[in-house]
């Protein structure tokens, strides 16, 4: 990403493009961090991460944010409630799943959730493992890049 008005731009582009639960979205916490890396596969992958928030959260707003420190991209809803789901990847489909094979070797993408069965985990979508994480946001995505 050249800075964080390139990253603002993609992310409200995707949010215009397709939002039939009328999410409001925040990116007040997005500011530059220098890396290199495929940029277009980036934003492909952060369009189909944000259609998938926009088809599937159940929360009023998306928030996204950089950790500049850890050269991190959170996108995250405001709905900590716990999933009905199994704490693995077997969940993702379609525009995750095709969001992962466009990061493979970029960046590293995590999902952060609270699940019925285990509380808050974080699964490593590149290597599908599972950890206990702390109480976070709500549903979240987030690429680390190295």
């Given at each position: 990403m050249k800075d964080e008005t390139d990253l603002v731009k993609t992310i409200k582009?995707?949010?215009k493009q397709n939002n039939p639960n009328n999410i409001e979205i925040n990116v007040d916490e997005i500011n530059a961090f220098g890396f290199y890396t495929d940029v277009t596969r980036v934003k492909y992958a952060l369009k189909l991460i944000i259609e998938s928030m926009l088809d599937n959260s159940n929360?009023?707003?998306v928030f996204c944010k950089t950790e500049i420190q850890?050269?991190?991209i959170e996108i995250f809803d405001d709905n900590p409630e716990p999933l009905n789901i199994l704490p693995n990847r077997d969940f993702v489909h379609g525009?995750?799943?095709k969001?992962?094979?466009y990061l493979i070797a970029l960046c590293d993408y995590s999902i952060i959730a609270n699940f019925n069965n285990g509380g808050w985990k974080e699964i490593n979508m590149m290597k599908d493992e599972v950890t206990d994480s702390v109480e976070y946001h709500g549903f979240?995505?987030?690429l680390t890049f190295r």
């Amino acid at each position: 990403m050249k800075d964080e008005t390139d990253l603002v731009k993609t992310i409200k582009r995707a949010f215009k493009q397709n939002n039939p639960n009328n999410i409001e979205i925040n990116v007040d916490e997005i500011n530059a961090f220098g890396f290199y890396t495929d940029v277009t596969r980036v934003k492909y992958a952060l369009k189909l991460i944000i259609e998938s928030m926009l088809d599937n959260s159940n929360g009023n707003t998306v928030f996204c944010k950089t950790e500049i420190q850890n050269k991190a991209i959170e996108i995250f809803d405001d709905n900590p409630e716990p999933l009905n789901i199994l704490p693995n990847r077997d969940f993702v489909h379609g525009k995750l799943r095709k969001a992962i094979y466009y990061l493979i070797a970029l960046c590293d993408y995590s999902i952060i959730a609270n699940f019925n069965n285990g509380g808050w985990k974080e699964i490593n979508m590149m290597k599908d493992e599972v950890t206990d994480s702390v109480e976070y946001h709500g549903f979240t995505h987030r690429l680390t890049f190295r």
